[in-house]
């Protein structure tokens, strides 16, 4: 099993950039594959990204695709989103999972980090 610790988030200007990290603790993490949720107030925890175990598969939501990129170090057990060209409708508080498969679902992510706030001002 992995903790895991969401950082980087912060206030940015629409059409600015931001990275997020996730770092993970445990000798396991390089098995699991990843991915970003994002939850805004009063909404639903929504997919935004998946990154397979080696790092050589990654999904997006329509919503992310062409802005966001994910990535991994398993070298450093850490899982990052760039996000670029950031809009207000970004504006959430960004969580990072573990699943031990493949899934965009949020119910079947294994470990969950307790989120960071991003917050994209007009």
């Known amino acids: 099993q992995v903790q895991l610790v969401e950082s980087g988030g912060g206030l940015v200007q629409a059409g600015g950039s931001l990275r997020l990290s996730c770092a993970a603790s445990g000798r396991t993490f390089s098995i699991y594959a990843m991915g970003w949720f994002r939850q805004a107030p009063g909404l639903e925890r929504e997919f935004v990204a998946h990154i397979s175990a080696s790092g050589g598969r990654t999904h997006y939501a329509d919503s992310a695709k062409g802005r966001f990129t994910i990535s991994r170090d398993n070298a450093k057990n850490t899982v990052y989103l760039q996000m670029n060209s950031l809009k207000p409708e970004d504006t959430a508080v960004y969580y990072c999972?573990?699943?031990?498969?493949?899934?965009?679902?949020?119910?079947?992510?294994?470990?969950w980090g307790t989120g960071t706030q991003v917050t994209v001002s007009s």
């Open positions: 999972a573990a699943i031990r498969g493949v899934s965009s679902s949020a119910a079947a992510y294994d470990y």
